[in-house]
Each structure stands twice: as structure tokens, then as C-alpha cells.
């Protein structure tokens, strides 16, 4: 199976305490594919601007990942600068440039909107409805967003979520659009703004799993050093998606396998700047660290 993902691919400027990169390839979409496409085919919608360096093109195009719906516009990509601190747990947002993402509507391929896994990672709730109204024929379809869009486009986003599968959301995330202070009511009341399934990322603290059928916690697989956290959650959404594309159907145990995948990307994400880490990452690898996983909550 396939899996297609709308988001963004930026230039992002990052420092932690570990160093500092200038104009390096990051965007939801990027972190996500990265992950996704070890399990999957990953078709990417985006838009970059006419300064977006060539070789990152070649770069995603040689890990596999179609990028016949990504569109040149005429202006500067999306940029993105931010700092950690030593709470790396949370990004300072020193600036952030849209350049040509603020005129985007994305446009599909007649031959891709058929396919049946999407993701609409964290970008414009009204770009992702536009997407959404493009494909033909969806069995699975996932959403992400943020704090911006939660407080500027609410109705939106709400709207959109009576459209989608599951939702994804980071703890302050949930806690704002659901108005509740404890995860686990605000993953109910997120339940019933349309969703049927609800995911918390907690960062290292791991994921909270919601749906009327179950329940379901996991740590996040234990990290000797951050290196960089960005991009974390979207290697998650990467993992946790991909895997799920693989399955003839969705059960439960699939679900918890997708989480153990989700949060174990993530894991490797953080172990380098950008995409350094999870672009040699390997099958192989993955799943060595995930059984490692299942070591490390085994009791």
C-alpha cells in the first residue's frame, strides 16, 4: 500500500545545546517521509520556493520518496528558525518565514488520488481540507497540527476533524483545543469532536492511545543523548502511519505495534540534527530497537 502526505518542506535553522545548523532540509512532510518510507511508498504534496537548494531534491527523490505533487513556486521557501534550551521538550521560535506556503493550494496527481492512506501533517487546516477534497478514495486518514492553528483557524480545524481517522496532538495541543487539563478527558473530548482515534505525544514521556475500544500507554524508548528534537513528532506520525499502511486491517494489536514503530522513529530522530539520523536508518535497525523496546517495559 501507499501512503500520501501533504505538510511542508523548509529550510530550518536550528540550535541546541549540542550545536547549531543553518538552512537545513526539515518540514513536517520531510521528517514524516523519512520514517514512513521504510515501511511504504510515500507520496509527497508540498511547495518550495525557487531558492530551495536542488540537491535536497535529489536527496528525497534517491530515498524514494514521489514527489510529482510537490510544485515550484516563485518566491522563497518556508523557512523555520528555533532554539532549545534545556527544556528540549520545547522549541523557542526565534522566526518563521512562509514565503511561498501562504499562497499554496496543493494540487494531487490524477493517478495518486486514489490512494487510500493520507496524512495531513501539520500545516494550514485549510490547505489539508483541499487536499482531502482531491482524493477519491480514503480508508485511513490522519491529521496533525499545532498550537497557531488551534487558536487562529479553530473552526476550521474542528471541522476538519469530523472528516478524519485519527488525530494527532502534543500534550499542550490537546490540553487547548479539547479545554480540559487532564490527558485523558481531553483525549474524550477529542474522541468526540469526530475523530476515532486519538493520539497524545507526550515527548519523552511517550504517547497516550484513545478510541471507545481501548486504551492504550507507551514510554518513549529511553535516548543516551539528544541531539536534536525536532522533527520528532512527525517521525512518530511517520512510523506510526507507515506501519499502519502495511496492515490488511486495522486491530488492535496492529495499533499498539504502529505506536511501538511511531515512538521508536522518533527515537532515532532526535539522535541528530535534521534528517541526518533517520535518512540512514534502516529496517533493520528499527526493528532491533523495538524489540529493545518491548525489553524495556517487559515486567
Not at 493517478?111 to 487536499?131: S, T
Amino acid at each position: 500500500m501507499s501512503i500520501i502526505v501533504l505538510g511542508t518542506l523548509a529550510l530550518d535553522s536550528v540550535r541546541t545545546p549540542s550545536g547549531e545548523r543553518q538552512n537545513i532540509l526539515g518540514g513536517s512532510a520531510a521528517h514524516f517521509s523519512m520514517a514512513a518510507r521504510l515501511f511504504t511508498d510515500v507520496h509527497l504534496v508540498a511547495i518550495v520556493g525557487s531558492d530551495f537548494p536542488k540537491r535536497y531534491v535529489g536527496f528525497l527523490e534517491k530515498k524514494g520518496i514521489i514527489l510529482t505533487s510537490v510544485v515550484k513556486g516563485e518566491g522563497r521557501s518556508f523557512r523555520w528558525r528555533g532554539e532549545y534550551k534545556n527544556d528540549l521538550n520545547t522549541a523557542i521560535t526565534l522566526s518563521t518565514e512562509l514565503g511561498v506556503l501562504s499562497a499554496f493550494k496543493p494540487t494531487v496527481a490524477r493517478n495518486q488520488r486514489g490512494i487510500e492512506y493520507i496524512f495531513l501533517a501539520n500545516i494550514d487546516p485549510e490547505i489539508q481540507k483541499h487536499l482531502l477534497g482531491h482524493m477519491r478514495s480514503t480508508k485511513l486518514v490522519g491529521l496533525d497540527s499545532m498550537n497557531y492553528w488551534i487558536r487562529n483557524k479553530r473552526e476550521s480545524l474542528r471541522k476538519l476533524l469530523r472528516k478524519i481517522d485519527i488525530y494527532l496532538a502534543n500534550e499542550g495541543e490537546a490540553k487547548e483545543l479539547s479545554g480540559e487539563g487532564n490527558l485523558l478527558r481531553a483525549a474524550k473530548a477529542l474522541r468526540k469532536m469526530g475523530p476515532s482515534m486519538v493520539v497524545i505525544k507526550k515527548g519523552e514521556h511517550g504517547v497516550l492511545f484513545y478510541c471507545d475500544k481501548f486504551i492504550f500507554s507507551l514510554p518513549a524508548y529511553p535516548v543516551h543523548r539528544i541531539i536534536d528534537p525536532t522533527g520528532a513528532g512527525d517521525s512518530f506520525a511517520g512510523g506510526f502511519m507507515g506501519y499502519l499502511a502495511k496492515q490488511r486491517k486495522l486491530r488492535g494489536a496492529d495499533i499498539k505495534k504502529a505506536i511501538a514503530f511511531g515512538v521508536t522513529c522518533a527515537s532515532f530522530n532526535v539522535e541528530g540534527f535534521g534528517l541526518n539520523r533517520t535518512s540512514k536508518l534502516t529496517m533493520k535497525e528499527l526493528n532491533c530497537r523495538v524489540n529493545k523496546l518491548r525489553e524495556c517495559i517487559n515486567f
